[in-house]
């Protein structure tokens, strides 16, 4: 009888691991940053994500976990697609796209980049005056509160829990720099700025 507990236990402490695993769906959030990058900057993304692999009807693993009555979930997971329609996402949506017309002149000329965290960076700010300077450091802390909004609301609005943002933020992090038109800025992993 200890034998067989001690074998439950395992085996749930098993599938918990993987359902914590299953539940986030990176998938899903690539393709919602493609489509809210599209929305923002007006233009079709360059790249589309990798599909991530699922556990296909009639696998060994999908037996196994359907076993678990977890057959439901891990479905759901593979055919999840984000919530980016809420009021309070449509409306930081609508703030990030106004502002963009402003801050793209910036991003052409580098001044601007995109950072390895999904914000937005000054890069090389020298050639401005100081008025346009303030200005544009204006701009640019509007629109990282935005973003930072958007990450926080998405993962509110798809119950994915305050722990899931900075999942969804180096997602759309990886987005934006994949989408970044060819002569930007961008900063890679280690934080160093190279031109796409």
Same mark, same amino acid.
């Given at each position: 009888? %200890?034998?067989?507990?001690?074998?439950?236990?395992?085996?749930?402490?098993?599938?918990?691991?993987?359902?914590?695993?299953?539940? @986030?769906?990176?998938?899903?959030?690539?393709?919602?940053?493609?489509?809210?990058?599209?929305?923002? *900057?007006?233009?079709?993304? %360059?790249?589309?994500?990798?599909?991530?692999?699922?556990?296909?009807?009639?696998?060994?693993?999908?037996?196994?976990? *359907?076993? @678990?009555?977890?057959?439901?979930?891990?479905?759901? #997971?593979?055919?999840?697609?984000?919530?980016?329609?809420?009021?309070?996402?449509? &409306?930081? /949506?609508?703030?990030?796209?106004?502002?963009?017309?402003?801050?793209?002149?910036? @991003?052409?000329? $580098?001044?601007? +980049?995109?950072?390895?965290? $999904?914000?937005?960076?000054? /890069?090389?700010?020298? +050639?401005?005056?100081? %008025?346009?300077? &303030?200005?544009?450091? +204006?701009?640019?802390?509007?629109?990282?509160?935005?973003?930072?909004?958007?990450?926080?609301?998405? &993962? %509110?609005?798809?119950?994915? $829990?305050?722990?899931?943002?900075? /999942?969804?933020?180096?997602? @759309?992090?990886?987005?934006?720099?994949?989408? #970044?038109?060819? $002569?930007?800025?961008?900063?890679?992993?280690? +934080?160093?700025?190279? *031109?796409?």
């Amino acid at each position: 009888m %200890k034998r067989l507990f001690a074998w439950s236990m395992t085996i749930w402490l098993i599938v918990s691991c993987v359902t914590v695993n299953v539940y @986030f769906p990176a998938a899903a959030a690539q393709k919602a940053a493609d489509a809210i990058i599209e929305d923002i *900057q007006g233009e079709t993304p %360059k790249t589309a994500p990798k599909p991530q692999p699922q556990p296909k009807p009639g696998s060994e693993l999908y037996q196994e976990l *359907q076993k @678990f009555s977890l057959s439901a979930s891990v479905a759901f #997971a593979a055919e999840m697609d984000l919530q980016i329609s809420t009021p309070a996402i449509k &409306a930081v /949506r609508e703030s990030l796209k106004q502002r963009y017309p402003q801050l793209s002149p910036y @991003f052409d000329s $580098g001044v601007l +980049g995109t950072t390895k965290d $999904g914000l937005i960076g000054v /890069r090389e700010a020298s +050639g401005l005056n100081m %008025k346009d300077r &303030a200005t544009l450091n +204006g701009l640019v802390d509007q629109q990282n509160r935005d973003l930072h909004t958007l990450y926080e609301e998405i &993962a %509110k609005a798809n119950h994915l $829990g305050p722990d899931s943002v900075p /999942r969804l933020q180096k997602i @759309f992090a990886d987005r934006w720099r994949a989408n #970044a038109k060819p $002569g930007r800025w961008i900063q890679n992993d280690a +934080g160093a700025w190279v *031109q796409k």
